[in-house]
């Protein structure tokens, strides 16, 4: 069993669908650092900003407190979990309150050493 250094990140509360999360970080996970953060920067979805400042965070975490080098990540594990929904009343015809529900999410990102199997 080999020792495996991650270091990880977490955005809490954030004010987006999990679901649109989701389709961004799959195309994310298991990709280097730096070819991870060249595909946010193109995206055109609104959380892969978010996620972009979550996945610097976490690459910041691995230099500063694992002693790892930002060019040797990857990206091990990513995943988004549901937060409270935020619940409001819009205001309809003849009297009536439409719900309307806001969702939240939390995303995390766990980065680690990328390891080579040249035996």
């Given at each position: 069993?080999?020792?495996?250094?991650?270091?990880?990140?977490?955005?809490?509360?954030?004010?987006?669908?999990?679901?649109?999360?989701?389709?961004?970080?799959?195309?994310?996970?298991?990709?280097?650092?730096?070819?991870?953060?060249?595909?946010?920067?193109?995206?055109?979805?609104?959380?892969?900003?978010?996620i972009?400042?979550?996945?610097?965070?976490?690459?910041?975490?691995?230099?500063?407190?694992?002693?790892?080098?930002?060019?040797?990540?990857?990206?091990?594990?990513?995943?988004?979990?549901?937060?409270?929904i935020?619940?409001?009343?819009?205001?309809?015809?003849?009297?009536r309150?439409?719900?309307?529900?806001?969702?939240?999410?939390?995303?995390?990102?766990?980065?680690?050493?990328?390891v080579?199997n040249?035996?």
């Open positions: 069993m080999t020792n495996k250094t991650v270091a990880k990140a977490v955005g809490r509360y954030i004010r987006t669908s999990p679901l649109k999360v989701r389709r961004v970080l799959d195309q994310i996970r298991g990709k280097d650092y730096s070819e991870a953060v060249l595909i946010l920067k193109f995206m055109p979805y609104r959380s892969s900003n978010i972009l400042q979550i996945l610097q965070s976490a690459a910041a975490n691995a230099e500063h407190n694992s002693s790892l080098a930002k060019n040797k990540l990857i990206i091990t594990q990513t995943y988004a979990d549901k937060g409270p935020l619940k409001r009343f819009r205001p309809r015809a003849q009297g309150g439409y719900p309307i529900r806001k969702p939240t999410c939390h995303i995390f990102i766990e980065v680690g050493e990328k080579n040249n035996n």
